[in-house]
């Protein structure tokens, strides 16, 4: 195959749309880098910007399924093969599949930080301790500073629950991650932090956000 020859996703989809097949939307197999991907880049912190984006875009292209290149081999691995240690990516996909649900919301990305990407499904955690119309988002940082998102179409709806994820000590190329403010080591996610000040959001930096609003009252997750 000639290089550039595949077709991209919005290609794929738009083929997908045409011919309105019975069969759901996948997409296989997926890394940040081939060839077993790179050590010390793909299997830290900082894949999860990648991770994510790619998590929340083929989400909004209607793709029903991800698959992620892989759970255990190479160095883009979700479990380190030696330690047997969550690797970063591990929690983002944890949390993705507990707190984003599967009806995705129209966002607006905000133009004043190029940096920064929301992501707004209806919310699917914990559901019978949330109303109606819940709604999740899972918000990125790429940037080396702190940024304030004032408004995300939520109003001022509090309060909310949220994870922040960072590298350890901030470090983006860390293997271990913290989330809110605790150094994780084994396979489960602590409990998120309740947060009773409405918006503005705000993101330290190099930090990737999942909030659940309990009480957004979104008409199309109700």
């Known amino acids: 195959m000639k290089p550039n020859s595949a077709p ?18 996948w997409v296989g197999e997926t890394a940040a880098a081939w060839d077993s991907g790179k050590p010390g880049v793909t299997n830290a912190f900082v894949d999860g910007f990648w991770f994510v984006t790619q998590l929340g875009s083929l989400a ?30 591990y929690y983002l996909e944890l949390l993705w599949t507990r707190v984003m649900g599967r009806a995705v919301l129209d966002v607006t990305q905000p ?3 190029p940096l920064v990407r929301v992501y707004a499904h209806c919310s699917a955690y914990n559901q019978s301790a949330t109303a109606p119309g819940a ?9 080396t500073k702190t940024v304030q998102l004032s408004d995300l179409g939520l109003g001022h ?14 470090d983006v190329l860390s293997r271990s991650v913290e989330v809110n403010g605790q150094q994780l080591g084994g396979v489960e996610i602590p409990e998120p932090l309740s947060v009773t000040q409405p918006a503005p959001v705000t993101l330290g930096p190099s930090e990737i956000l999942f909030a659940v609003f309990p009480g957004a009252d979104a008409q199309s997750c109700r």
């Open 111 to 113: 133009a004043s930080h």
């Open 135 to 143: 709604v999740a988002v899972a918000i990125i940082n790429a940037d």
């Open 157 to 170: 709806t509090a309060p909310r629950r949220e994870w922040r994820l960072r590298g350890a000590k901030g």
């Open 8 to 25: 991209s996703i919005q290609q794929a989809f738009e083929s997908y749309q045409q011919k309105k097949p019975s069969a759901e939307l």
């Open 60 to 89: 909004q292209l209607g793709v029903h399924t991800q698959c992620r290149q892989a759970l255990v081999g190479g160095a883009y691995e979700l479990i380190d093969k030696h330690t047997f240690r969550p690797n970063p990516d």
